[in-house]
């Protein structure tokens, strides 16, 4: 029973944290085109990327240390999240249409 | 510290809550292709006739864009001319970039799958190069992000040219004729490789399709084109879903779909990380502008009518996870059909005049 308290207790501090400091962003998707953020993302942050073009994309995105995050297949009208990893300059792109490109700087994580 | 039983439950409830949002982020895709949620498409007016705004998605640029990078220069696209032409820039000799992208049959060859110095039969179908300074990624997989860059793989391809661009560079310099091409175009330099690359992509750029029949009724000519060519290009727009793809002035997306074609070749897949499944099997969308109506289709140049190639739309394409949401399966009537060939043939302007140079 003190095992099972000790991890309630680590798992709500972890979520009043996030609560506390990770915001959310959509990026909305026009056609061929990714509308730019509002404000700059930080490490930590939710972005929802909202497809509402006429058409399915794959976007991805390639952090500063080159590692990547893949948003998968987005038929029109369909939602994804990805919480920001990497602070830095950051790629989004398509794979299904490479002409799509939005780069994003990205802030490290708030302080605690 | 003690939790009670109503204090854990509405913990495990968040959690559980957490654990369902986690399911929307990248880790946990789940595909639907249930639904075309596409938005309808307004495609005629009140009387029937294709919409101004739909005949606006296909005008014509006003004018050739070039690269910060590589600007248009006269010089640099003459030596470019020559250089495309010379058959000594491959191994044998005998093979020029217009070997294959021979300016009669609308700067392709004609044949299923191209051929180069070793006669072996390369994998895929050479395309058209007309148009191409609007490309944003080259080859029908897309590894080529810049003209520059596709120039110098057919060089160096075993079975296309099969040089090393040192030995290219080699063999411009012993050719004293290129001196004063090379000193025009890039005055000061000497013969490099970078230099004769840049040429050939500024020569390639000027290679633009002549007006055809359908940019004279898109800029309102009513009679430039037949009532079934109109109405073929509503099916284009319409029910046989080509616009999906195939759509700009162009006639292409520049993008890339597995469209179901049975092949061992998985084509952009090759570039990008198995979990993109979506990139298995797919191909770059080609152009449709002066479209060969003979064939042969498709980048393996599988299919040798354009039936045939309706036929494999109608059907929908081989189903596999990678088969792109855009491939429904379509239902044209013979009219239908009739009129979409119509169409198609009003994208053939009159073939684009080029002069063989003489090489030094």
Redesign the interface.
């Known amino acids: 029973m003190v095992f099972l308290?000790s991890i309630?207790?680590a798992?709500?501090i972890l979520?009043a944290v996030h609560a506390a400091h990770a915001a959310e962003h959509t990026l909305v998707m026009h056609h061929?085109e990714l509308q730019p953020l509002q404000m700059t993302p930080r490490v930590g942050d939710v972005i929802t990327f909202d497809n509402q073009s006429?058409?399915?994309h794959?976007l991805?995105v390639t952090y500063s240390d080159g590692t990547?995050?893949?948003?998968?297949?987005q038929?029109?009208?369909?939602?994804?999240?990805?919480?920001i990893r990497v602070a830095g300059p950051a790629v989004i792109k398509c794979?299904?249409?490479?002409?799509i490109r939005l780069d994003v700087e990205i802030a490290p994580p708030a302080d605690p | 510290m003690a939790y009670d039983r109503r204090t854990l439950f509405t913990f495990f409830v968040a959690i559980a809550g957490v654990a369902t949002a986690h399911a929307l982020a990248p880790d946990n895709p789940a595909p639907d292709r249930a639904a075309d949620t596409s938005p309808v498409q307004t495609l005629t007016t009140a009387s029937g006739e294709p919409s101004p705004e739909l005949k606006a998605k296909f005008r014509r640029p006003d004018s050739i864009p070039f690269p910060k990078a590589n600007p248009f220069d006269a010089a640099k696209a003459e030596l470019g001319k020559h250089l495309f032409f010379d058959p000594r820039l491959s191994s044998s000799g005998s093979v020029s970039c217009a070997s294959c992208h021979n300016p009669s049959f609308d700067w392709g060859d004609g044949l299923d799958r191209g051929v180069g110095v070793t006669g072996v039969r390369l994998p895929r179908r050479t395309p058209s190069i007309l148009n191409a300074a609007w490309l944003s990624a080259l080859m029908w997989d897309g590894r080529a992000a810049t003209l520059e860059h596709q120039a110098t793989m057919p060089m160096t391809a075993e079975h296309e040219m099969g040089m090393s661009l040192d030995g290219v560079t080699q063999r411009l310099k012993k050719i004293k004729g290129y001196e004063p091409l090379f000193q025009a175009a890039f005055p000061g330099e000497e013969i490099r490789i970078e230099n004769a690359v840049a040429a050939l992509a500024t020569y390639e750029r000027t290679l633009v399709s002549s007006k055809a029949p359908f940019d004279r009724w898109i800029e309102g000519d009513e009679a430039a084109i037949s009532a079934e060519a109109k109405r073929g290009f509503l099916v284009f727009n319409g029910p046989g879903r080509c616009s999906k793809c195939h759509s700009s002035w162009r006639l292409t997306d520049d993008s890339f779909h597995d469209i179901g074609l049975k092949s061992d070749d998985i084509g952009r897949g090759k570039f990008a990380p198995p979990s993109v499944v979506i990139m298995q099997h797919a191909f770059k969308t080609p152009s449709l502008r002066d479209l060969r109506l003979t064939g042969p289709y498709m980048h393996d140049g599988s299919m040798r009518s354009m039936d045939e190639v309706i036929e494999h739309y109608e059907k929908g394409g081989k189903s596999r996870p990678s088969l792109s949401p855009e491939m429904k399966r379509i239902k044209l009537s013979k009219q239908e059909r009739e009129d979409l060939l119509a169409y198609l043939g009003t994208l053939r302007g009159p073939p684009l005049q080029s002069e063989s140079p003489r090489l030094p």
């Open positions: 308290k309630c207790t798992l709500f979520v061929m006429d058409m399915t794959n991805y990547v995050d893949n948003l998968d297949t038929i029109p009208g369909v939602k994804r999240q990805l919480t794979w299904i249409h490479p002409i």
